[in-house]
């Protein structure tokens, strides 16, 4: 049933391309959906030409998501490239498509699938003092999604009640949070694991050292009455500036 509609689907997809004139090539292959799959940080290359029997000395256009991409002049005749170079996030689901600068509605495109993992890997160490609050972060930005995103203490998977943590998870990044921290409970090797179905598990590790209170100035403040201070001073010696001259003659 599958091999049928996939046969059908190229079979209207060949007829297409042979009465419009317009068509586009591509590395990698684009697959029956007209999407590219691709991996981030690599290159597509999309040619766009017209078929043998249409005069090929005919400007082409192409549009990037409906707006049009600058082509230098040796790259509009009768065949066009666009290069994506490097792929980036941004990229998935975006849409190239090219057609006659004379005619648009001959006009051919193919999407992209930008595939990524999380960007999750080696160490950090992590100070933070006795009863302040705890955070770490992990990227899970990933195409397609994590199955699933693990948090561990000392290699065993993190409790959240036993230790007061709590997990958000925002699909953009998944957080680890202490609201006050304990040297006993929260000292430790932390990792966060995430695991995909195209690209398997992916982990960074976090060392968290807990350390002592130290007396924090209230800077601001401070700041506030020294000028005070100084202000009083000023105005104290300026009024009795006579005195004190006399004083030190
Ligand atoms: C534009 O292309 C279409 C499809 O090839 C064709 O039917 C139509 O006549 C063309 N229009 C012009 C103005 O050339
Ligand atoms: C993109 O590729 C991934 C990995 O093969 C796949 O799981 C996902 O469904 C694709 N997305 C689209 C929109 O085709
Ligand atoms: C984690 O392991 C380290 C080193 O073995 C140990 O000092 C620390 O107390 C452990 N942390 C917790 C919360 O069990």
Redesign the pocket.
Known sequence: MLMFRTSLFLLLFYCGTQTLGINIQTIPDVNGDGIIEVELQKTVTLVCGLNGDTPSDEELVWLRNGAVVDLKDGNKKGRSSVCINPVIYEDNGATFACHLHANTSDKASVSLNVTYHPQLSGSEEVTVEIDSPLVLQCDMRANPPVSSMTWS??GSIVVLLE?GFAVTNDGFKSQLQVNKVD???????YQCTSDSPKYGQHSKTFYVTVTEKTIKFPLMPMIAGLVVVGLTAILAVASRWKKITKCCK
């Open positions: 203490l000392n230790g040297k006993l409970l929260h000292e430790a090797t």
